[in-house]
């Protein structure tokens, strides 16, 4: 016998069916959530690997200066991802507290993030 009502998780059949009931019961619908909030949980930590690598090339190759030049390939060596980034500031492109901006052919300009690139600065 075919089910006219599954469960959004279990595909069990939906006791006492409604057309807003989804599950069928308490248990399926945390379950299902949870799932759901694993999921996002594990690709926001994917992307926070990727940031916190791209934070700490930068931090290397600025070391104490105020701000270096260097080279987009020289990054990319390093496993700087540029597709990642915090914030955008005008020309900058920010990582946490770093900052790079192109400058010639393959240039780039380093720098610690000014504060007037940050968006909803008091």
Request: charged share 30%.
């Amino acid at each position: 016998m075919a089910i006219e009502h599954p469960c959004n998780y279990c595909a069990k059949e939906i006791p006492d069916w409604r057309s807003n009931k989804k599950y069928c019961n308490e248990g399926c619908k945390s379950k299902h959530f949870n799932q759901l909030q694993k999921e996002a949980n594990l690709e926001m930590g994917r992307v926070n690997k990727i940031l916190k690598r791209n934070y700490e090339i930068l931090k290397q190759e600025i070391g104490v200066e105020k701000w270096v030049k260097s080279t987009k390939l020289k990054l990319e060596r390093k496993g700087f991802n540029f597709d990642f980034m915090t914030h955008i500031g005008g020309e900058y492109r920010n990582v946490y507290l770093f900052s790079w901006r192109p400058v010639e052919k393959d240039g780039l300009i380093i720098s610690r993030t000014p504060e007037s690139t940050f968006v909803g600065k008091d």
